[in-house]
């Protein structure tokens, strides 16, 4: 570059600051790193508040009244811990919170064994394993309307495949029993589908925590003559826990809000043999309309789930530690 | 700078015209909102005759029955703008009045002459006033309905079948005018192979998420007896809503669920009766009237293979109450041409039409013309059931009191859960909870 280019690029600098209305330029200028910082992210912040933080705040103090959505010209009246009370001596709620428990409970345990078998079946490449990998991954790539749908449709007693096959194997008569309208099968009925469907993606991370494993350590483990049941529960086990304990909580979160799927497929119902927290909840505020009630509700519901993921994630900390 | 000027004049004028078209647009035009079954069909039908007449457009926002109330509720609640005429059920009247979403008619009838006298009793009482009873008027009875019940007529007139009827009960086999010959019949049908098939009793409702399973049992329940409030407006339930009559009926209509229904209906509302019915699978079935048209005319199961009754009597003579009146939303943009709409709709011979078309016309005009009886074969039967009606609460916490009796039907009956008498007293309990918190106890 020469002098005379540099010249001229000082002087069409120079034009464009004149040209530049003064308090502009100035604010342009007088900018630092840490507001232009702020000026990127306040839109992310403003977003979060709206969205996420206000409407908490808000059921926060709608939870302390006696507020409906459906009474708009009704006076709001403070109610104090009334609402909290009543949702925590209701007999319905606690039902739900131990088929909610239920559901989680055994959704979780056979997810996990499934999936980590499954997981330790796949991480052993065996011929044509990437083809059965994608077969496998298939019910997780549905969405759970269709998953839904389709099960209900499984579990039909007159014309549902599932009661066919039962009947085929043990030849009871296929429209005898009743998948979903069974108080007793119902529970096991949402299990079974959920399973189904989520199992792949408990397999998916298994397999990321079997194949972090490095190999010099089963190697190790076989000069030390370490048979292969030592060394599944003395290498495996332990090095893929953190990653099963992922699963775990991911899970258990996304079960413990599980909606959709026990909508389609039973409604809650035979009577509430299946409503889960959710479902009650969602009734509350937009069936019965007890909007006041219903943020009592969804508030002790996410203390609870905050509370217990926690717990959880310094537990999950701690075996990544050791 | 003339240019200039004009340039943005010119812009200015396009702005303001294409602003201003939507709204001209708007008043020439009248979104309707109901919910998506047969006689929906039909209004738009006859609605042809109301553009025709004034130029008015008509839209239609029909919504499937499971999701109406949730869907049109919200846009009340919301003040959304999307209905300025609604079909809305009965029960809504008591909210929809107190919170201010419907407009009431009363002057506007006055003003346009239209009487309430000249549209049967128990429609306007049920449809069109709030507090119910009161000439206090927030809709025009739109249509008349009622749960009633549907059979089989070829297979009830199969001599085989009757002889072995006959031998069964002891008696000949008719339509069932009592719920024990109703559970008779159909305990006698449940089971039995029929045309090659195996067939069932009696397909009911037994719905869980919307009203599906109280409008069902309430047939039960009216038909022997079965009260609300002891004494009525004072909300004393304590006797009459657990009362050994209200009990029996609760029994009968879990009876016949138990013995009869096909396998698999443990969630089931209109849709799915209308399914078990079509597909020969029913010998007798419940639904509303306002199905019997489309009934009639199936090509497998209608005509001369079809017939059809009122619910059958318990210790008196009682139907579950459907149908609606029609409101105008009180935050539409163009209230005279839904007003315009109301007077149109009242006419006498809108109302006939309006019958012929599959709409149930509950207007004198059309009740009390001498060849109403033998218009449709049901056509007496509806004036029947529509003089036995009986409806659940329309306060302002019916969605909160009709979720309560869901509940607590669905795991008796259903879930077999607790007996009929704990059921009944848990649901007063509720009930009790909830007009308490309206400060009514």
């Given at each position: 570059?020469?002098?005379?280019?540099?010249?001229?690029?000082?002087?069409?600098?120079?034009?464009?600051?004149?040209?530049?209305?003064?308090?502009?330029?100035?604010?342009?200028?007088?900018?630092?790193?840490?507001?232009?910082?702020?000026?990127?992210?306040?839109?992310?912040?403003?977003?979060?508040?709206?969205?996420?933080?206000?409407?908490?705040?808000?059921?926060?103090?709608?939870?302390?009244?006696?507020?409906?959505?459906?009474?708009?010209?009704?006076?709001?009246?403070?109610?104090?811990?009334?609402?909290?009370?009543?949702?925590?001596?209701?007999?319905?709620?606690?039902?739900?919170?131990?088929?909610?428990?239920?559901?989680?409970?055994?959704?979780?345990?056979?997810?996990?064994?499934?999936?980590?078998?499954?997981?330790?079946?796949?991480?052993?490449?065996?011929?044509?394993?990437?083809?059965?990998?994608?077969?496998?991954?298939?019910p997780?790539?549905?969405?759970?309307?269709?998953?839904?749908?389709f099960w209900r449709f499984l579990y039909q007693p007159q014309i549902g495949l599932f009661n066919y096959i039962y009947s085929f194997f043990t030849g009871v008569d296929p429209s005898s029993f009743e998948m979903l309208?069974s108080?007793?099968l119902?529970?096991w009925a949402?299990?079974i589908v959920?399973t189904w469907?989520?199992?792949?993606?408990?397999?998916?991370?298994?397999?990321?925590?079997?194949?972090?494993?490095?190999?010099?350590?089963?190697?190790?483990?076989?000069?030390?003559?370490?048979?292969?049941?030592?060394?599944?529960?003395?290498?495996?086990?332990?090095?893929?826990?953190?990653?099963?304990?992922?699963?775990?909580?991911?899970?258990?979160?996304?079960?413990?809000?599980?909606?959709?799927?026990?909508?389609?497929?039973?409604?809650?119902?035979?009577?509430?043999?299946?409503?889960?927290?959710?479902?009650?909840?969602?009734?509350?505020?937009?069936?019965?309309?007890?909007?006041?009630?219903?943020?009592?509700?969804?508030?002790?519901?996410?203390?609870?789930?905050?509370?217990?993921?926690?717990?959880?994630?310094?537990?999950?900390?701690?075996?990544?530690?050791? | 700078?003339?240019?200039?000027?004009?340039?943005?004049?010119?812009?200015?004028?396009?702005?303001?015209?294409?602003?201003?078209?939507?709204?001209?647009?708007?008043?020439?035009?009248?979104?309707?909102?109901?919910?998506?079954?047969?006689?929906?069909?039909?209004?738009?039908?006859?609605?042809?005759?109301?553009?025709?007449?004034?130029?008015?457009?008509?839209?239609?926002?029909?919504?499937?029955?499971?999701?109406?109330?949730?869907?049109?509720?919200?846009?009340?609640?919301?003040?959304?703008?999307?209905?300025?005429?609604?079909?809305?059920?009965?029960?809504?009247?008591?909210?929809?009045?107190?919170?201010?979403?419907?407009?009431?008619?009363?002057?506007?009838?006055?003003?346009?002459?239209?009487?309430?006298?000249?549209?049967?009793?128990?429609?306007?009482?049920?449809?069109?006033?709030?507090?119910?009873?009161?000439?206090?008027?927030?809709?025009?009875?739109?249509?008349?309905?009622?749960?009633?019940?549907?059979?089989?007529?070829?297979?009830?007139?199969?001599?085989?079948?009757?002889?072995?009827?006959?031998?069964?009960?002891?008696?000949?086999?008719?339509?069932?005018?009592?719920?024990?010959?109703?559970?008779?019949?159909?305990?006698?049908?449940?089971?039995?192979?029929?045309?090659?098939?195996?067939?069932?009793?009696?397909?009911?409702?037994?719905?869980?998420?919307?009203?599906?399973?109280?409008?069902?049992?309430?047939?039960?329940?009216?038909?022997?007896?079965?009260?609300?409030?002891?004494?009525?407006?004072?909300?004393?339930?304590?006797?009459?809503?657990?009362?050994?009559?209200?009990?029996?009926?609760?029994?009968?209509?879990?009876?016949?669920?138990?013995?009869?229904?096909?396998p698999g209906?443990?969630?089931?509302?209109?849709?799915?009766?209308?399914?078990?019915?079509?597909?020969?699978?029913?010998?007798?079935?419940?639904?509303?009237?306002?199905?019997?048209?489309?009934?009639?005319?199936?090509?497998?199961?209608?005509?001369?293979?079809?017939?059809?009754?009122?619910?059958?009597?318990?210790?008196?003579?009682?139907?579950?109450?459907?149908?609606?009146?029609?409101?105008?939303?009180?935050?539409?943009?163009?209230?005279?041409?839904?007003?315009?709409?109301?007077?149109?709709?009242?006419?006498?011979?809108?109302?006939?039409?309006?019958?012929?078309?599959?709409?149930?016309?509950?207007?004198?005009?059309?009740?009390?013309?001498?060849?109403?009886?033998?218009?449709?074969?049901?056509?007496?039967?509806?004036?029947?059931?529509?003089?036995?009606?009986?409806?659940?609460?329309?306060?302002?916490?019916?969605?909160?009191?009709?979720?309560?009796?869901?509940?607590?039907?669905?795991?008796?009956?259903?879930?077999?859960?607790?007996?009929?008498?704990?059921?009944?007293?848990?649901?007063?309990?509720?009930?009790?909870?909830?007009?308490?918190?309206?400060?009514?106890?």
């Amino acid at each position: 570059m020469t002098d005379t280019d540099t010249s001229l690029l000082d002087k069409a600098a120079e034009k464009a600051v004149r040209a530049t209305p003064a308090p502009l330029a100035f604010r342009v200028r007088g900018l630092s790193d840490r507001a232009i910082a702020w000026l990127f992210i306040t839109p992310t912040i403003v977003l979060l508040l709206a969205i996420n933080i206000f409407p908490l705040i808000w059921a926060v103090h709608l939870s302390f009244t006696n507020f409906r959505a459906n009474r708009p010209n009704a006076a709001i009246d403070g109610v104090g811990l009334s609402n909290y009370q009543r949702v925590l001596n209701d007999p319905d709620i606690w039902q739900a919170m131990q088929t909610t428990a239920h559901f989680v409970f055994w959704t979780i345990l056979l997810q996990m064994l499934i999936g980590f078998t499954l997981a330790h079946l796949i991480d052993r490449k065996f011929r044509g394993h990437a083809f059965w990998t994608t077969v496998i991954l298939i019910p997780m790539m549905l969405s759970p309307a269709v998953v839904g749908n389709f099960w209900r449709f499984l579990y039909q007693p007159q014309i549902g495949l599932f009661n066919y096959i039962y009947s085929f194997f043990t030849g009871v008569d296929p429209s005898s029993f009743e998948m979903l309208g069974s108080v007793a099968l119902s529970p096991w009925a949402i299990i079974i589908v959920d399973t189904w469907m989520w199992t792949p993606y408990v397999m998916l991370i298994c397999l990321a925590g079997l194949r972090s494993i490095p190999d010099y350590i089963y190697e190790a483990a076989e000069v030390d003559r370490a048979s292969a049941w030592r060394q599944f529960w003395s290498i495996t086990v332990p090095m893929a826990l953190p990653f099963i304990m992922l699963a775990v909580l991911f899970r258990a979160i996304e079960n413990f809000k599980m909606f959709d799927m026990v909508v389609l497929l039973t409604g809650g119902g035979p009577g509430s043999t299946t409503e889960v927290a959710s479902i009650t909840l969602k009734r509350e505020a937009f069936e019965s309309w007890r909007t006041g009630r219903a943020s009592a509700f969804a508030i002790i519901l996410f203390v609870a789930v905050f509370g217990l993921a926690n717990i959880y994630v310094k537990a999950l900390n701690r075996v990544k530690q050791r | 700078m003339r240019k200039i000027t004009k340039a943005l004049l010119g812009a200015t004028t396009a702005l303001t015209i294409s602003a201003a078209l939507p709204s001209v647009s708007q008043a020439a035009e009248l979104t309707l909102c109901w919910a998506a079954w047969d006689p929906a069909n039909a209004l738009v039908e006859l609605s042809k005759d109301f553009t025709a007449q004034t130029g008015t457009e008509m839209k239609f926002e029909f919504v499937p029955w499971p999701n109406f109330a949730d869907r049109i509720l919200n846009e009340l609640n919301s003040g959304g703008k999307l209905c300025d005429l609604l079909i809305g059920d009965s029960q809504w009247l008591g909210g929809s009045a107190e919170n201010g979403y419907y407009v009431k008619l009363n002057d506007f009838f006055d003003k346009e002459g239209i009487k309430m006298s000249d549209f049967a009793e128990a429609a306007v009482n049920a449809y069109a006033t709030w507090p119910k009873g009161t000439p206090n008027y927030w809709a025009l009875p739109a249509m008349g309905d009622a749960n009633a019940w549907f059979y089989r007529k070829d297979w009830f007139a199969k001599p085989e079948i009757q002889a072995e009827f006959k031998t069964a009960t002891g008696r000949d086999l008719t339509v069932p005018a009592t719920w024990a010959e109703l559970i008779e019949t159909a305990k006698f049908f449940n089971g039995k192979e029929i045309d090659g098939n195996k067939v069932y009793g009696a397909a009911i409702f037994t719905e869980r998420a919307s009203e599906g399973i109280t409008m069902g049992i309430t047939q039960a329940l009216y038909a022997n007896g079965f009260k609300y409030e002891a004494t009525p407006g004072k909300y004393d339930m304590e006797g009459a809503v657990n009362s050994p009559d209200a009990i029996k009926g609760l029994e009968e209509y879990k009876e016949l669920y138990k013995c009869c229904t096909p396998p698999g209906y443990t969630d089931a509302y209109m849709g799915e009766t209308l399914d078990a019915f079509k597909s020969g699978q029913a010998a007798m079935a419940m639904n509303w009237f306002a199905f019997f048209p489309g009934l009639y005319k199936d090509e497998n199961v209608g005509g001369d293979k079809i017939g059809f009754f009122v619910n059958p009597k318990g210790t008196t003579a009682a139907s579950t109450l459907g149908g609606q009146g029609i409101s105008v939303v009180a935050n539409t943009d163009n209230m005279d041409g839904a007003l315009a709409y109301i007077k149109w709709f009242a006419q006498p011979d809108v109302q006939k039409k309006w019958w012929s078309l599959g709409g149930y016309a509950v207007h004198n005009a059309v009740l009390n013309d001498p060849s109403f009886k033998d218009s449709q074969p049901f056509a007496a039967d509806f004036l029947v059931a529509m003089n036995q009606v009986q409806d659940f609460w329309q306060e302002p916490s019916y969605a909160i009191l009709l979720q309560a009796m869901q509940k607590r039907m669905h795991d008796y009956v259903v879930a077999d859960k607790g007996t009929a008498k704990e059921a009944l007293d848990g649901l007063v309990s509720d009930w009790t909870e909830v007009f308490k918190d309206d400060g009514k106890l």
